[in-house]
């Protein structure tokens, strides 16, 4: 365990817990339409250090970040602390609203997922949160309560109305695996995918932009979803199956409805092929079709790429990549790539030489394997 909690506080901490970040291997979109998705735990995470207090107060520090917040529990509120400590004092918030005394603590995190590159350095720095404060307190939360504390602090504290699937799989995923899940009954199972034993990496290339449409996009996405399942006479997108898509499609009159109703049925499909494919013992090259096909429904049925992602996909495309496409929710972010060990070199130097050609900033691009979600560090 770092030292970092010392420095901070001059004292022990009492208990530790890492949360990843994560890629999400295909499924994008899919989690606010009920359906299908298949993401992944990176090697990156967040460590949140917590020792108790019993003055009813909370106190939380960021390695990454100079300000010290001091709160009393009993005054939180949503939007009460802004910026970074409000994902972290959230988290107390929404274990007192789902009925928890919590005396009061000090917490530090120290997180290695880039933030703001569509790894999820958010549900990370959630997740780790929850487990500490759950830990330390011994609520009895199991890995559900876990997962809505966090989503709780996000959506309802700090005011940020993503989907379930960055905390799922934060907190749900394995070595080794990806995650399916589903998002109406929101069961999950852990779906084989061993990389290195196939021979493989996955390249994570963070283009390092940030579009600023991303907030408004993405509530303009949901609203368009919602607005077709309404005209489509079904509850949720989810409701459509990929063999009555064509019909679905002669429902509707908007051309721009028509293109996100066709993205959302043939990625729910994509997934289950996927998940097919690596539960049969394939050959997990065979998923690079999917993960491609998922980038261009994206890209041009629901309209949430950008130049730097389709540039960092094709490139990988060109240079080798069994697979590849953009992952969360776009407009900027991470794009992964599906390669052979050996290509890892040659695709990330061709993926560098065309950001540089192009004249935009270089990437940041790593090789990875399926990691291990949310858990407690011992010693
Ligand atoms: P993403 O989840 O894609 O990385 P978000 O905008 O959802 O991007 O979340 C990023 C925010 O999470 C940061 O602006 C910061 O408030 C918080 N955050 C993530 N990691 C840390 C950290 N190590 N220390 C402090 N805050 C962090
Ligand atoms: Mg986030």
Redesign the pocket.
Known sequence: MSDAFRTAYGRPAECAWHAP?RINIIGEHTDYNEGFALPAALPLG?TAQVAARDDGMVRAS????DDVVTVPIADLAPGSVQ??????VGVVWAFREAGHRVPGLDIV?????????????????ECAVAGAVDDLFDLGSDPADLIAVARRS?NDYVG?P?GAL?QSASVLCREAEALFVDFRTMRTRGVPLDLDGAGLRLLVIDTQARHQLVDGEYARRRAECSRAAELLGVPMLRDVDDDELPGALGRLTDPVLQRRVRHIVTEDARVLRTVQVLEGQGDPRAIGAYLYASHVSLRDDFEVSCRELDLAVDTAMDSGAHGARMT?GGFG?SAIALVEDGDTDAVTEAVMDAFDAAGLTAPVVFAMQPARGAHRLEG
Not at 62 to 65: A, M
Request: overall charge negative.
């Open positions: 970040g967040v960021s390695v990454q970040d910026g970074w400590a409000g994902y972290v995190v120290d997180g290695s997922v880039p933030i703001g590159s569509g790894l999820s350095s958010s549900a990370a720095l996000e940020v993503t960055d969360g972010g």
